[in-house]
């Protein structure tokens, strides 16, 4: 081949720029390019990134804590391996079990084979423990004795080395903690009470791989916040299958979970290891489970701080004689917003609250509501503090004594056996009709547990009759067990609600396995002289119209001086007096035994009447309540003192209807020349009643007539 004339043999081309800081051929000499500095100036600035995000983490020693920390958890998961909630859902199927034979023993052979094989494990467990923690100590002890300072140095800084990897923060939250702003900065606002913000749906499939729980205040949108609440309850071992409708409200999160098997128990159960896991307060995790959704229960997460209740309503004004009690009447409000309305006509009610718990609260906000009423009396019962207290000037009859509180109520427990048979004679049906002319009764009884004994059989009598009668009784009491109520009575009232108190409260008043079903009312926290806490925070079951779930409410806190203004209001409008049928069908009604007095076969009295029936202006008296206007008429008084002069002259302190007429018409015969025993019951039936029995007298078993303390009573 030869070459073309005039060619010139050209250089091999290279493309390729030479790299920055490489080592070049150059003319027979190597020579190295300007890339020494940029080299130096990218060490040294890693190394200066380096040393600050030491210094920002304190030289990771919060790390190794952690470290370390998780390794012990790690090693206390392991140790127990799911045995405890194998062995609670064996427990779980014994209880359900009961009264099948077959089915029990098996259960119990389940919860034995359980048992035995957990005790194993952690043997097992416990073993291989010892025998690493040996080789590691003889291996650290060897290393010291031999190697000396830099072995021991050595050692140190690899064991916080080892600490800090097992310790660094998880990829997801350290992102959370570099993008979120500081909790400080969301704001609650009262427009947000209750309102929906948005909403996501996560299942524990969709959870991303590799992360650990992290606390509530890292969770700045609905996405972070259902992946910590999935982390932390699987973390816990409940057997949580997806989050949804989740909510940002003004004073933290609400949220649904569903647990793919079991029942939303298992949340219940682990609340308060929740709120470690989510850096809350106590009572800052509110798991409600849901009727309509077996498998789930709300989930509420109350900022540390936060008040749910904070932008609920205030109490309405409710003008004297502007509702019917058998309409409803707010109370308060829930947690999650709705309000709590509640109507007393014929119901029963308990409220239950240790001290400081709020129960004088919640009777005065029930009270203030049936003291607007048209047709409704209210009465005040309380043997050991001020009852209503504020509300006093609206009460029709207020009893403080025992004496007081006795004939308070023997007298509605004969007015219930009354009105049972006159309602027959007035057309009402089964059940006693309330209106303006026959009005209902609501008895507050507060302080149950330091009634006399005598009070208390004569509460539990009138529990028993007075519903269908228009005439409903309110205890409270700071406990809910035989021990506070003498009985066990609580399960058996209607409308039952409790506030802060002890978890056999919890259980005595909504029944064995309220608690796992999210009745949490021992989880709230009495007042102090300084800090209100849950004062007037309740549970409350029965309530008409409404379905018995667990959700917490509070009952207005109402001012004193509102609750003296509305009661001087409704007492100048004129308070509500008890119809005449009722007080005179009163008359045709037997005592109960045990409020008779006893005699012996001669006649001779041995026991005096522990309560003596009263009429409506006696009970009035006696109570220090004032009286209708014009109903006492000059002549009765003049006749009573009359009969007492005669009584105490003759030494005796009891006469026949027929003796006393005699006698009277013997001593006065200018004035009662024409007295009859007709005519003189008639006199006195207004303010004294009709006769009563007096026991073997004048040869007869049982006859009729008046006794002289009933009469001293009315002058």
Request: aromatic share 6%; with cysteine; net charge negative.
């Amino acid at each position: 081949m030869t070459t073309a004339p005039h060619s010139i043999p050209q250089p091999n081309l290279n493309l390729r720029k030479p790299v920055e800081g490489a080592v070049v051929e150059h003319h027979g000499e190597i020579v190295k390019q300007n890339g020494d500095a940029s080299w130096m100036r990218s060490k040294l600035a890693l190394a200066g990134r380096a040393k600050d995000h030491a210094l920002d983490n304190k030289l990771y020693v919060g790390w190794s804590a952690r470290g370390y920390k998780n390794l012990g958890r790690r090693w206390l998961d392991a140790r127990r391996d799911d045995y405890p909630q194998m062995i609670e859902s064996a427990v779980a199927e014994l209880r359900s079990s009961k009264g099948n034979t077959a089915a029990e023993s098996s259960a119990k052979e389940l919860v034995k084979e359980r048992r035995d094989e957990y005790r194993g494990h952690k043997k097992r467990h416990d073993i291989k423990t010892a025998l690493w923690s040996a080789v590691g100590v003889a291996g650290a002890a060897t290393g010291v004795i031999v190697g000396g300072t830099l072995i021991e140095a050595c050692m140190a800084v690899g064991g916080a080395v080892f600490g800090a990897y097992h310790g660094r923060p998880d990829p997801a939250e350290a992102e959370v903690e570099a993008t979120a702003p500081p909790l400080s900065i969301i704001e609650q606002t009262d427009s947000g009470f209750g309102q929906d913000t948005g909403q996501v749906f996560m299942t524990v499939d969709q959870l991303p791989e590799g992360g650990s729980p992290f606390p509530i205040a890292q969770a700045r949108t609905p996405q972070q916040l259902a992946e910590c609440v999935l982390r932390a309850l699987i973390a816990e071992g409940v057997p949580v299958a997806e989050v949804s409708d989740v909510i940002r409200l003004s004073w933290g999160w609400q949220c649904v979970v569903r647990v793919s098997e079991g029942t939303p128990e298992a949340i219940i159960k682990v609340a308060g290891d929740l709120e470690t896991r989510f850096d809350l307060a106590t009572n800052g995790v509110r798991p409600t489970p849901m009727k309509e959704r077996r498998a789930c229960a709300v989930l509420r997460l109350v900022d540390r701080g936060a008040d749910p209740f904070a932008s609920a309503p205030g109490l309405p004004y409710r003008a004297p004689k502007s509702m019917s009690i058998t309409d409803k009447f707010r109370i308060g409000s829930s947690v999650g917003g709705d309000e709590l309305a509640v109507s007393l006509a014929g119901v029963m009610g308990l409220v239950v609250a240790t001290t400081g718990g709020g129960k004088t609260g919640v009777l005065q906000a029930l009270a203030e509501g049936t003291t607007a009423c048209y047709d409704n009396i209210t009465i005040d019962l309380d043997p050991h503090g001020d009852g209503l207290e504020d509300l006093h000037d609206a009460v029709r009859i207020t009893a403080r004594t025992n004496e007081q509180i006795e004939a308070v109520l023997l007298f509605f427990f004969m007015l219930s056996k009354a009105r049972a048979r006159l309602r027959k004679k007035l057309g009402m049906g089964r059940k006693w009709k309330v209106s303006k002319e026959h009005p209902h009764f609501t008895i507050f009884f507060d302080e149950f547990p330091k009634g006399s004994d005598l009070a208390k059989r004569l509460a539990f009598d009138l529990l028993l009759v007075g519903r269908k009668e228009a005439v409903a009784l309110e205890i409270a009491s700071q406990g809910g067990t035989k021990l506070y109520l003498g009985e066990n009575i609580a399960q058996m009232i209607a409308l039952k609600a409790v506030g802060p108190c002890k978890v056999g409260d919890t259980r005595a008043v909504f029944g064995e396995g309220s608690v796992n079903e999210g009745w949490q009312s021992h989880r709230l926290s009495p007042a102090t002289d300084t800090d209100p806490k849950d004062a007037g925070h309740i549970y409350i079951q029965g309530v008409p119209g409404m379905p018995d779930e667990p959700i917490e409410y509070k009952v207005h806190e109402v001012p004193s001086a509102t609750l003296r203004t509305l009661a001087t209001e409704r007492l100048e409008a004129g308070l509500v007096e008890p119809d005449q049928a009722s007080l005179d069908a009163m008359a045709g009604v037997d005592l109960p035994e045990y409020v008779l007095p006893t005699y012996d076969i001669e006649g001779v009295l041995k026991k005096e009447a522990p309560v003596e029936l009263l009429t409506w202006e006696q009970l009035l008296k006696l109570c220090d309540a004032e009286p209708m206007a014009g109903a006492q008429p000059e002549a009765t008084t003049a006749v009573i003192a009359d009969a007492v002069d005669l009584m105490d002259k003759a030494g005796v302190d009891r006469m026949r209807t027929e003796t006393l007429v005699a006698k009277l018409a013997e001593h006065y015969p200018d004035a009662y020349a024409d007295l009859t025993a007709e005519s003189l019951k008639e006199m006195l039936a207004p303010a004294v009643g009709k006769p009563v029995t007096l026991g073997p007298l004048d040869g007869l078993a049982n006859p009729r007539g008046f006794k002289r303390e009933t009469l001293a009573r009315f002058l």
